[in-house]
Antibody
């Protein structure tokens, strides 16, 4: 089955760190750019970060720039999001999505990150 | 960044009636290759988003033909010809023409 599965979400204190994983199955993740998108509780969708197919290009939303780092291991068919200096406003459901021609044709179910003391 | 403004934000609809959602962009979504990368996603309660429409009017495989997309330039519309109970949820437009990709605020469709 073609799918993306996220993991790594947890409750973390402000200032803490987390590493999210996005595992692809049923396709070769290295054939696609992968994005992280988040959704604050009860709110809309916010793009967070992108990594190109070979990992050579990365982009970040201004709200996470300098704190989050996206990476990938195509041998493991996985993409990661290292999240440092977490803030309350980072509390959200984080999903990875497959990029195809200016769109997302595949989303994961998401992993919940809660930043709270 | 490109701002996408959806209206209405809340859409109560009677079963069997049509529904329409507007998405207006702060700038043209026509890319240099001639394509317009405007997408529509449906998010049912408790589920992840599912793409319905890509490049303005192309329905994804398995999407019922009651969903249709139209528009050009900066103004786009998603129409549902006959709303059913399974259509309840949030609908988002999203542009992939300009970097970074951006989403509309979302429209919550409910049954009246």
């Amino acid at each position: 089955e073609v799918q993306l599965v996220e993991s790594g979400g947890a409750v973390v204190q402000p200032g803490g760190s987390l590493r999210l994983s996005c595992a692809a199955s049923g396709f070769t993740s290295g054939d696609y750019a992968i994005h992280w998108v988040r959704q604050h509780p009860g709110k809309g969708l916010e793009w967070v970060s992108l990594i190109s197919r070979d990992g050579g290009n990365t982009h970040y939303a201004d709200s996470v720039k300098g704190r989050f780092t996206i990476s990938r291991d195509n041998n493991k068919n996985s993409v990661y999001l290292q999240m440092n200096s977490l803030r309350g406003e980072d509390t959200a459901l984080y999903s990875c999505a497959r990029d195809i021609s200016g769109s997302y044709d595949l989303w994961g179910q998401g992993t919940l990150v809660t930043v709270s003391s | 960044d490109v701002v996408l403004t959806q209206s209405p934000l809340s859409l109560p609809v009677t079963l069997g009636q049509p529904a329409s959602i507007s998405c207006r962009s702060s700038q043209s979504l026509v890319y240099s290759d001639g394509n317009t990368y405007l997408n529509w996603f449906q998010q049912r309660p408790g589920q992840s988003p599912r793409r319905l429409i890509y490049k303005v009017s192309n329905r994804d495989s398995g999407v019922p033909d009651k969903f249709s997309g139209s528009g050009s330039g900066t103004d786009f519309t998603l129409k549902i010809s006959r709303v059913e109970a399974e259509d309840v949820g949030a609908y988002y437009c999203m542009q992939g023409t300009h970097w970074p990709y951006t989403f509309g605020q979302g429209t919550k469709l409910e049954i009246k």
